[in-house]
């Protein structure tokens, strides 16, 4: 009878947890501007990981349809944390410009000119507005490392109108952006350090 009791009770406790539905699509964010620069420095650069502000350290793909609220997609995920999909895509973005004599990753940078931090404030696809639009956010701070002083700092914000009012669509668009993102933070940090 016991025996009878626990199996009753596993069944029941089993029946009443929330079953959630599998991730049936993962997408990457891969685009990024390969414009080159007509300027060359012999400075090098160290692009530290970006961060993620509270919200956006998952691979939750998030949407809004009202203000002050952030939802997820059930059946759709990013394939990592966008803010670590970002990062080589900067990195990258920076090295094609040709400007920098050397473009360094990581957090180790005692042997380099400049340092650039980059934090995600937002990524999301904004339902609120028709067709719907795909809102990314990025905050970056340009430090000159010998003396550790801030050359520049900026907050990008870039909106871009979905194709479709679907995850793909905000997809899409979210590649689209990172392109824009990559391409105006490359002018922005060889700008600030001509």
């Given amino acids: 009878m016991k025996k009878l009791s626990v199996i009753l009770s596993c069944s029941f406790l089993t029946a009443c947890m929330a079953v959630k539905s599998p991730i049936t699509n993962h997408y990457n964010l891969t685009s990024y501007s390969m414009a080159p620069s007509s300027h060359h420095s012999s400075n ?3 692009v530290t990981p970006t961060a993620a502000i509270d919200g956006y350290e998952t691979d939750q793909i998030r949407y809004t349809t009202k203000p002050f609220t952030l939802s997820s997609f059930a059946k759709n995920n990013w394939a990592s944390p966008p803010a670590t999909m970002l990062y080589p895509l900067l990195i990258q973005s920076l090295q094609q410009s040709g400007y920098f004599s050397a473009v360094g990753s990581g957090s180790y940078f005692s042997k380099t000119t400049y340092r650039l931090d980059t934090q995600l404030i937002e990524l999301r696809q904004n339902f609120i507005k028709k067709p719907s639009v795909l809102e990314l956010k990025v905050k970056a701070v340009l430090t000159h490392v010998e003396d550790n002083q801030i050359v520049a700092s900026r907050l990008f914000k ?6 479709k009012d679907t995850p793909y669509g905000g997809v899409l668009a979210a590649n689209e952006a990172t392109f824009k993102l990559t391409k105006a933070m490359t ?3 060889i700008r600030s350090t001509l």
């Avoid at 870039?158 to 194709?163: I, N, P, S, Y």
């Fill in 44 to 46: 090098s650069l160290t």
């Fill in 158 to 163: 870039l909106a871009v109108t979905c194709q």
């Fill in 187 to 189: 002018a922005f940090v």
